[in-house]
């Protein structure tokens, strides 16, 4: 079957890398991809959004089965305009895809079907949110309700800082019309770790576990970003974890959405926060995660094509979805001045010593061809991942490779999976 993804970071390197090994697929497009994803499809240029041409594309090449990768495309409704061409796609719908398009409905959908959360209050109105910060105990967090590339969150550790918050959320439009509502929750205390999920509309599948960085500097310092590196499995998602996150979110998530007309069929990416009274939901994504996916699909045994077959088709409960024994680590090497300014343009020497190593992997994030070579084209550039019998033997392995590549303005955390150490 021909297969086009849609995306260009390394969440879509790593699902075209999962794509590429099944027996299914003759043909990979990416649109738009990056220089690493054209190793391994044809990249072809259409932004994300441009969803005519999307569709347009996916019918003359006669494209069997589209991979949404990004939340964007997602809450936009793509996954919509391809099936109304006929045209088999992985993702939700547009009406589904709110669960993560706006933070305000997946709260609101969690308080009604007693889905355990942070307590919270959504508000249209920056002074009716700022008069609400009167009474609040600190620390409290913020949250623009519409997208915000993983950084619309502030936590604020006194009144006045929320009250700058507020006005940067609503008032200045720092997060654009992501913040024309917004979200105040309870600050909870306790581990984050991340939870992919296939879903099928009726039957929820959970991949492992993983663990995100968030912060650009060591020592969770410095300002939020995409995410500089993570790990899985997490040692802190327990049997116990797992046993109550069964009981109480994953399938009550599924059966919320059902019950609400928006059937979903793709992926639910669990975000978790494991506070003394119990595992509780941060947030809900939509899609897989970056860079979790980067750590959690290369343990995957399963072929990905099948699975998300039998997610479009309903029929995921006739799945065995396996993964292997082991670990994994990614360390994202990153522009310097990442997220706030950096250049670009500059040449990655040392790419070819991935080749042909196994349990090693160089995801492409920003990078673009040219007559120089691969350059960097993004604050996120690689994402460097390593499989290990364990998670220590893992970091090691990624850091290790991390010294095989070379740009200039390179800049990493080194501090990726050190929690581990103290599990």
């Known amino acids: 079957m021909k297969v086009l993804i849609v995306g260009s970071g390394g969440r879509e390197h790593a699902i075209a890398a999962s794509v590429a090994k099944s027996s299914k697929v003759t043909k990979i497009y990416c649109a738009p991809g990056n220089a690493g994803i054209g190793q391994i499809a044809e990249c072809v240029n259409i932004g994300a959004m441009e969803f005519d041409k999307l569709v347009a594309f996916s019918k003359e090449n006669a494209i069997d089965f589209v991979i949404v990768g990004m939340d964007d495309p997602l809450v936009g409704g793509l996954v919509d305009e391809l099936e109304a061409a006929g045209i088999k796609t992985f993702g939700p719908r547009k009406n589904a895809a709110i669960l993560e398009g706006s933070k305000a409905f997946s709260k609101d959908l969690m308080k009604k079907y007693n889905i355990p959360t942070a307590a919270y209050e959504n508000f249209d109105d920056a002074d009716a949110a700022i008069a609400y910060l009167e009474n609040c105990s ?23 800082e929320a009250v700058d918050g507020v006005k940067e959320i609503m008032t200045d439009k720092k997060f654009g019309s992501a913040g024309n509502r917004m979200v105040i929750e309870e600050f909870m205390t306790g581990r984050e770790v991340s939870v992919l999920s296939f879903v099928d509309g009726k039957t929820i599948k959970i991949m492992t576990s993983a663990q995100d960085h968030k912060r650009a500097k060591d020592n969770d310092e410095g300002l939020n970003t995409g995410g500089m590196g993570t790990f899985s499995p997490s040692p802190f998602y327990t049997a116990e974890v797992d046993e109550f996150c069964k009981k109480y979110i994953y399938q009550a998530t599924v059966d919320a959405m059902a019950a609400e007309g928006r059937e979903f069929k793709g992926i639910i990416f669990f975000g978790l926060m494991l506070t003394p009274n119990g595992p509780r939901v941060l947030e809900y994504n939509a899609r897989f ?39 994994a680590v990614c360390v994202v090497l990153a522009s310097d001045g990442y997220p706030v300014s950096y250049e670009k343009g500059f040449v990655i020497e040392g790419l070819d010593a991935f080749t042909d190593k196994d349990g090693y992997y160089c995801f492409h994030a920003g990078t673009k061809l040219t007559e120089k070579g691969i350059v960097t ?27 095989w590549v070379h740009f200039e303005n390179k800049y990493m955390r080194h501090d990726i999976g050190k929690a581990i150490d103290e599990a």
């Open 138 to 160: 600190y620390p409290i967090v913020l949250k623009a309700d519409g997208l915000a590339l993983g950084k619309g969150v502030l936590i604020c550790n006194t009144k006045e």
């Open 289 to 327: 995660g970056d860079p979790e996916t980067q750590v959690v699909l290369p343990r995957m045994k399963n072929d990905i094509i099948e699975v998300m077959e039998a997610c479009v088709e309903g029929t995921l409960d006739k799945i065995d979805l396996q993964f292997e024994d082991n670990a």
């Open 377 to 403: 084209n993004g604050g996120r550039v690689l994402g460097i991942t390593a499989k290990g019998a364990d998670l220590k033997q893992a970091r090691a392995n990624a850091y290790k490779a991390t010294e």
